[in-house]
């Protein structure tokens, strides 16, 4: 299910196995994508020679698409209860969305999409939406929530553009931290203090820590690049000032130098972080408003 404000009209259809595509045109933002639907087959050897077609269908759309439906299997073994996890399938399926460049949109609601009551009762999220890095771009709001089951096994999931409801706000990496030193040797001081914790309080603690590192570290950082670019600029109007004497000339020069240096790492971080909060690559577009493409 699809809620927003769209028409969407189409071109052709294409009947596979397990598997139907619609392309056509979203008249509101006049872009061509194509609508997935997806029942793969819950056999684990059948399924991962389905997942190898269907990346074959969807190369061969040479388009941005929305793929959705009864995927039969799960990315991870938190997204599973109460049965025996295959991890084979799961590395397969993790492969599949790695290998198209899938987004796997936020889910509200329920943490499960299928139930199964009785004595031994069984939970897992094998319904969902998969999307383009492009659909990102073109509805940045858009989410995935699940329904009430009613009598069925599967909760239907609706893929809705609007605001968010509350959830816990992803916690992004950006690649330049790894280049402070300073950075480097708290990572490597907090791993060693907490070696006896499992992998996930591990994480949970270093997500804290890094938290807290980048709060100081944007609290030390004063001088946005506007700041060092004036301040570089009056340094060369006293510079060039008559009656300037040569050695406050050297001192100033040496001045420039270093808040040159400084305005170049601030160039090089900021650029570095346009590049990575565009989900697309978006750079082939030659532009830097990447709040206009996110």
Known sequence: M???KCIFTIEKQLVFDRVIVVI????SINKRCGLVNVYAPNDSNERCVFFDSLTDILKSLQTPFILGGDFNAVKMKEEKIGSTNDFNAMRKFAEFINCNN?????????SF???RSGTNISASKIDRFLVSPEICSWFPDASQYTLNRALSDHCPVLLKEGQRVATHRPFKWFNHWAEDP???KMIKEKFSSIKRKGIGEKLRLVKAAVKSWVAMARSKDVDTTDVLENKIATLERKIVAKGALPSEVSLRNTEIQSLKAQLWGKYRRDEREWLQKSR???????????????
């Open 2 to 4: 699809w809620s927003g």
């Open 24 to 27: 056509g045109t979203i008249l």
């Open 102 to 110: 899938l987004v796997d949109l936020p889910m509200c609601g329920s």
């Open 113 to 115: 999409t299928w139930f």
């Open 182 to 184: 300073d950075f480097d």
């Open 280 to 294: 697309l690559k978006l750079f082939k577009e030659g532009d830097r408003n990447t709040n206009f493409f996110i």
